[in-house]
């Protein structure tokens, strides 16, 4: 063999294991289990409940302690401050009247003077309406034998819905779950493909149609590819801004009519999406979801931009319907489950 014969055999030997460690990198490449984006955020530790927080515990909580430190005295005077601020934090005019006269009948009793012991007593029964009124409510779980099990958003437009779909999609499938997305919020071009990008986030698929199409023909196709593609968790985003109430309702009861002719159940959870920081608002519109759907749960956004924090009470103290979710944030991490013992401690300690 000549000099350049051993070269040109070199070089072949050296061509042939690049193209071999090409194929091993692209098998591997392969094999290797897609991670969504999800996935890798929730590495970083979820920020405390009690920092996503803060604004309620500053404008809300601390402020009445606050009202009490500088009142000095346990008076009537007092117990009118007290009731002002519990309004102002949207508690609600039937919760906070129940608190301020539960207050008055302890002072009554026990005659507090002491303006230490009276704010205890004001944080004991605030606590204990929350946990009172969460103690029969199992939360919210994917039940295993109702699969696919589907969930319907509903709620006015800006509230947070597709968000909230998004963060869900993300932790129900790093729970395993084989989950699809309905885009029935057909009002918008935009608002399809901003699911969408939640879809290819969260590993989860879509269903999708063009713009102006029927809401309850697109969860027609949805469901029915959910049905025979043995997905297990099915969420449904709606579209909430029809000119009147009249046709968002009529809209919305279409939706579980259709639902309901291929799985004739209908949805497992429907729940209602509202602003925590539009107050009262989110309340009125709460009652009149409320009266046209058959809510099972609410899901309470943007509760790190407000000090409105105490609406969870009123909501449930006047809705008897349970607030499931909280939203603190933009990030997956910050679609929290409701728990009312940590959203207590989390305001008042
Ligand atoms: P939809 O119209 O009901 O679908 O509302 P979107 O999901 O499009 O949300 C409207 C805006 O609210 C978006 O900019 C979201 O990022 C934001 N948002 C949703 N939930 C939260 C939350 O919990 N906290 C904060 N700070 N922003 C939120
Ligand atoms: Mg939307």
Known sequence: MDFNTNTLMMIAAAVVFLILVAVILVVLKKKEKPVSKVVKQSGEQPESLRIKLAKTK???????????????????????????????????????????????????????????????????????????????????????????????????????????????AGRFYDEGNKVLLIAADTFRAAAAEQLSIWAERTNSEIIKQQQGSDPSSVVYDGVMKAVNGKFDVVLIDTAGRQHTKVNLMNELSKIERTIKKIVPQGADE????????????????????????????????????????????????????????????????????????????????
């Open 270 to 349: 429907t729940l209602l999406v509202i602003d925590a920081t539009t107050g009262q608002n989110a309340i009125s519109q709460a009652e009149l979801f409320n009266k046209a759907a058959n809510l099972s749960g609410i899901v309470l956004t943007k509760l790190d931009g407000t000090a409105k924090g105490g609406i969870v009470i009123g909501i449930k103290h006047h809705l008897h319907v349970p607030v499931k979710f909280i939203g603190v944030g933009e990030s997956q991490q910050d679609l929290r489950d409701f728990d009312p013992r940590e959203f207590t401690e989390a305001v008042f300690e």
């Open 58 to 168: 500053s404008g809300f909580t601390a402020k009445l302690a606050e009202i009490i430190r500088i009142r000095g005295k346990v008076d009537e005077e007092l117990l009118e401050q007290l009731e002002e601020t519990l309004l102002q934090a949207d508690i609600g005019v039937e919760a906070s009247m129940d608190i301020i006269e539960k207050l008055r009948e302890e002072i009554q009793i026990n005659k507090l003077t002491d303006k230490d012991v009276v704010q205890k007593q004001l944080e004991d029964i605030i606590k204990n309406m929350l946990l009172k009124d969460y103690n029969d409510e199992k939360g919210f779980k994917i039940i295993a034998e109702k699969k696919p099990f589907i969930v319907l958003f509903v709620g006015v437009n800006g509230v947070g819905k597709t968000t909230s779909i998004g963060k869900l």
